[in-house]
Nanobody, 127 residues
Framework: VQLQASGGGLVQPGESLRLSCSTS????????IGWFRQAPGNEREGVSC????????IYADSVKGRFTMSRDLNMNKAYLEMNGLKPEDTAAYYC?????????????????????WGQGTQVTVSS
């Protein structure tokens, strides 16, 4: 099972990026997908998660109103649309997955809840 994040890059403050999470052998309808980020010296933090059951989303307070997470069940991909990027959004971004059968409580979008991780994609916001 593999997850691959892509779409990162170098942008100026205020600009936008769209990250994609591609999966093999992970059916989004039964796996909850999350986006996480980690800047040097910082812990990995949850950015957004989308529930496998109903597609409901959770966002970190720092990105609410700027980031939008979505999924395409036909393409088996998840996306993170990032608008109004700020220098503090600079980090390596990872997508992760956890099976619905692994969850014993509603998802809180924390790294410890997720069992599958892909390689990250770097997002750098700088003028």
């Amino acid at each position: 099972v593999q997850l691959q994040a892509s779409g990162g890059g170098l942008v100026q403050p205020g600009e936008s990026l769209r990250l994609s999470c591609s999966t093999s052998e992970v059916t989004l309808g039964v796996w909850t997908i999350g986006w996480f980020r980690q800047a040097p010296g910082n812990e990995r933090e949850g950015v957004s998660c989308i529930s496998s059951s109903d597609g409901s989303t959770i966002y970190a307070d720092s990105v609410k109103g700027r980031f939008t997470m979505s999924r395409d069940l036909n393409m088996n991909k998840a996306y993170l649309e990032m608008n109004g990027l700020k220098p503090e959004d600079t980090a390596a971004y990872y997508c992760a997955a956890v099976g619905s059968w692994e969850l014993t409580a509603p998802i809180r979008c924390t790294a410890s809840e997720f069992s599958l991780w892909g390689q990250g994609t770097q997002v750098t916001v700088s003028s």
